[in-house]
């Protein structure tokens, strides 16, 4: 998030032009120029009948400083104001400067954004049910790289729900009556007022799906047999709750378990029984209706909730169901997915295109999976294009490999990963025998790790993944270590300091300054590293509690430390006096 600096708000101010600064609001008459191009027109105006704005406009707004009475022309995409006393051709004059000033302006570029600002973003905002809105500021990277991914949500949302911006650096007012103080900041809207942020995704998909359940109600009424089945004929879950009528205490639990729970699964509820009939509903019941795409005969397409609706026990039995046996892993739903030990199919996953052929291997899965139920691993399966980085990054598999073969990968919940060498097998075998081993502890872990140095005798030592226990773990060392990026500046203006602290610490038996490239290495848990330079001091005798080291970087700071910390006093070197 690019964080926000009052000094970029000056500079923009100062760079606004006079029709930027002419912005006003009345009510009167409200066009809105990023829905489609306007033309403007006056039958009777010779001017602007033979085109006289677009030959004129150049020379009239120069050094022009009039405004029309009762109100302002805005650029900015809406007309507002009315004209009291005027002429047909003090009318006429008005309108063409009016051209002039808009003819600086891009209208033929359409957006569906909305651009709000100081002056009309409470009552344009009243106006939407839903509406999501960036607080974000010109200059910013984060901002300019989610401008592509906002804009094409914005258009497939078109009628459902809008999409809005705001910019800071010149709306300073709105900006900070709703906190804002980093960007780009994604705030929901309902009916004009701050509802939550948005946590969702920043992808165009991600954001429309993540929208399309803020629409509307949190719990979608059924009225008949084919709205159930319009509902739960979908690419996610279903939960859908059958009531006796509309005073029943379960159906308000179950409306208010919705409610907090909308941004993470869909919900629907019908007061008429007989709609879940056909599904084995005889009393008030909740029923989770996994995606149909996703309807295997080693699991149940519909899981009943039993017990008494309450927000506690309905969020339990989602998280514990919903899934199923082998989920289809996204982009989208990683997040919710991960935080246990879970093995992942990467392939071809297009349920889109190729429906058939994604079961196909998932099918092979499941079967095996099934088997191991109760081992406490999870199952799912990937596509294996929008994944591919991860698949490069985390467990070493190149583009080519395996061909139309899913890859297997395994990641636990403490960061150790495992892929499976053999070929994935058509009938299963090969997942077998590897789950068979992995379950048996006879698996190797994976570890991204560059090449063990051949000589590693400088004052600095060099870690990689493979020699991390051997150097950092080593129970009768206390080492400082360094986590770097090769490109990073930060680390090569420490270079030379860290290099002469391990020179005046070269004697010491007890202390090792070692540092390691964190962008080729696998780093360990319980180790935490999100940026560079990362330095952490691993005591002798705790080596499970390393210390983050938070000083100064001059070597004087770095000794001052040690002289703290280190199990047995330093032995320092003679240039120690010239500190």
């Known amino acids: 998030m690019c964080k926000h600096n009052a000094d970029d708000d000056l500079k923009l101010n100062d760079s606004m032009n006079r029709s930027q600064r002419w912005r006003m609001v009345h009510s009167e008459t409200q066009v809105l120029a990023n829905q489609r191009p306007i033309r403007y027109a006056v039958c009777w105006c010779p001017h602007l009948a033979g085109g006289g704005p677009h030959r004129e406009a150049s020379s009239l707004v120069q050094g022009h400083n009039t405004k029309p009475r009762g109100g302002n022309l805005s650029t900015s995409g809406i007309v507002n104001g009315f004209f009291l006393n005027m002429s047909p051709s003090s009318l006429c004059k008005t309108l063409l400067f009016f051209f002039a000033l808009t003819s600086q302006h891009d209208f033929a570029k359409t957006s569906d954004v909305f651009e709000l600002g100081d002056a009309d973003f409470d009552y344009i905002a009243a106006e939407h049910g839903t509406m999501l809105v960036e607080f974000f500021a010109p200059w910013c990277g984060h901002c300019q790289k989610l401008a592509p991914e906002y804009e094409t949500a914005a258009t497939q949302l078109t009628g459902k729900v809008s999409l809005a911006k705001v910019d800071c650096t010149v709306n300073s007012e709105t900006c900070g009556r709703f906190g804002v103080n980093g960007y780009p900041t994604l705030k929901i809207f309902r ?38 089945d319009g509902f739960i004929n979908n690419f996610d879950a279903s939960v859908v709750g059958f009531f006796s009528g509309p005073e029943s205490t379960q159906l308000a639990e179950f409306q208010k378990a919705s409610s907090t729970l909308r941004d993470s699964y869909r919900f629907a509820h019908t007061t008429d029984l007989g709609l879940g009939h056909k599904h084995g509903v005889e009393s008030e019941s909740v029923l989770l209706f996994r995606p149909p795409r996703l309807n295997s005969k080693f699991e149940d397409g519909v899981v009943k909730f039993s017990d008494s609706v309450s927000m506690s026990a309905l969020r339990s039995f989602i998280r514990d169901n919903v899934f199923g046996l082998c989920p289809h892993l996204s982009p989208e739903n990683r997040d919710n997915l991960r935080g246990k030990d879970m093995l992942v199919a990467y392939y071809d996953v297009d349920y889109l295109r190729n429906p058939k052929g ?24 990937a596509d294996r294009q929008q994944f591919q980085d991860e698949l490069e990054d985390e467990f070493g598999f190149g583009a080519s490999d395996g061909g139309e073969l899913p890859l297997i990968a395994i990641r636990t919940q403490e960061g150790h990963k495992y892929s499976m060498q053999e070929e994935f097998s058509r009938d299963g075998t090969s997942l077998q025998h590897f789950l068979e081993e992995f379950f048996a502890g006879r698996v190797k872990r994976y570890i991204k790790s560059e090449p063990v140095p051949q000589s590693n005798d400088g004052p600095v030592k060099v870690v990689v993944a493979e020699t991390f226990e051997d150097i950092v773990n080593d129970n009768e060392k206390d080492v400082l270590i360094e986590f770097y990026a090769p490109w990073c500046g930060h680390c090569k203006s420490l270079d030379p300091k860290y290099t002469e602290l391990g020179q005046k610490l070269s004697n ?57 910390e280190t199990t047995h006093p330093l032995v320092l070197d003679s240039a120690r006096e010239d500190l």
């Open 508 to 564: 010491d038996p007890n202390v090792v300054i070692a540092k390691m490239d964190a962008t080729a290495n696998d780093i360990p848990p319980p180790y935490d590293v999100q940026g560079f330079p990362t330095i952490y001091f691993a005591p002798a005798v705790q080596k499970d509690q390393p210390l983050r080291y938070e000083g100064g970087r001059e070597v004087a700071d770095f000794i001052n430390y040690l002289e703290k």
């Open 358 to 381: 994604t079961n196909y291997w998932r099918n092979r899965i499941m079967k095996v999976a099934a088997q191991f139920q109760l081992q406490g691993l999870s199952y799912a399966v």
């Open 191 to 228: 009916n004009g007022e701050d509802s939550s942020a948005y946590d969702g995704p920043r992808t165009a998909d991600g954001i429309v799906s993540y929208m399309k359940k803020q629409a509307g109600p949190s719990s979608v009424p059924l009225l008949s047999e084919e709205d159930l």
